[in-house]
């Protein structure tokens, strides 16, 4: 579908947006970016996950955090606010959140200081973290009850997410084996075969060893991903669809 451009916002740019994805093009048309995401996606219950991750990593003094295919960081951000408002104090453990795309265009917005969101988004925002969105994000006065909204982050975001560009397949064997969680989710279908998602869940577990986190989608269902995670050891946490844990003693790798 052609999105019409609009104008900018504070000179920077106005992005456009359409359901669950967002087509960002600067105030002549050209395509910035484009992804398919937003903030709190519906997919994973997110306060029960925060609580499971509290109650889990309660006694480490490290929590290892990872998110891989962030596109514009919509799900990290959603992380650490939700971490943030939660558990304000006991919650750095988790931070900094790495965060990785393939994409470098997506890279390079997601740490800037001006994005986009939908009304979707706002909404998310305001319901998860007690009506507190005025806390993180300043829309632009002219924007009040337009979709998408222009707005300017007002916490520094990039303090507690390190942006980088990064791909999974070549990323697992730099995380800890220990206190670590993996994010990677509603990509997995775009892996290029079965056998490249195998070799995925080996990698993830062979290299996660104890006391890991592993979250994927909705989406990654029908690429197997649930499946596979299971076959090498991974067990679904109770109640929290689409979160799984590792369990050393039963890992079979090959």
């Known amino acids: 579908m052609q999105v019409t451009p609009v104008v900018n916002y504070n000179n920077k740019f106005r992005p456009s947006f359409q359901s669950n994805s967002r087509v960002v093009r600067d105030k002549v ?20 996950f925060v609580r499971f991750l509290h109650r889990k990593y309660e006694n480490a003094s490290k929590v290892n955090t990872y998110c891989f295919g962030c596109s514009d960081g919509s799900e990290p951000m959603s992380l650490f606010m939700l971490l943030k408002e939660k558990f304000p104090h006991d919650n750095s453990k988790f931070f900094p959140i790495q965060a990785k795309d393939i994409d470098n265009t997506i890279i390079y917005w997601a740490k800037g200081e001006y994005s986009s969101l939908g009304i979707y988004d706002y909404e998310m925002i305001n319901m998860h973290t007690g009506q507190k969105f005025d806390k993180y994000f300043k829309m632009s006065k002219q924007a009040l ?4 909204i222009p707005v300017k982050k007002m916490m520094d975001f990039n303090r507690y997410i390190q942006y980088s560009v990064g791909n999974i397949s070549h990323g697992i064997s ?13 990509f997995w279908p775009y892996l290029r075969s079965n056998s490249d998602r195998l070799m995925l869940v080996k990698q993830l577990a062979a290299q ?3 006391n890991c986190t592993v979250v994927v989608g909705n989406y990654d269902r029908s690429a197997g991903a649930h499946k596979l995670l299971r076959s090498v050891g991974f067990i679904p946490v109770d109640d929290i669809p689409n979160v799984f844990e590792n369990s050393p003693k039963s890992v079979t790798l090959w």
């Open 145 to 148: 009850g337009e979709d998408p």
């Open 29 to 48: 048309g050209n395509l910035l970016y484009r992804n398919t995401t937003n903030f709190f996606r519906s997919d994973l219950n997110w306060d029960a």
């Open 208 to 210: 996660l060893r104890n």
């Open 174 to 186: 730099t995380i800890p084996s220990e206190n670590s969680i993996v994010m990677c989710r509603n």
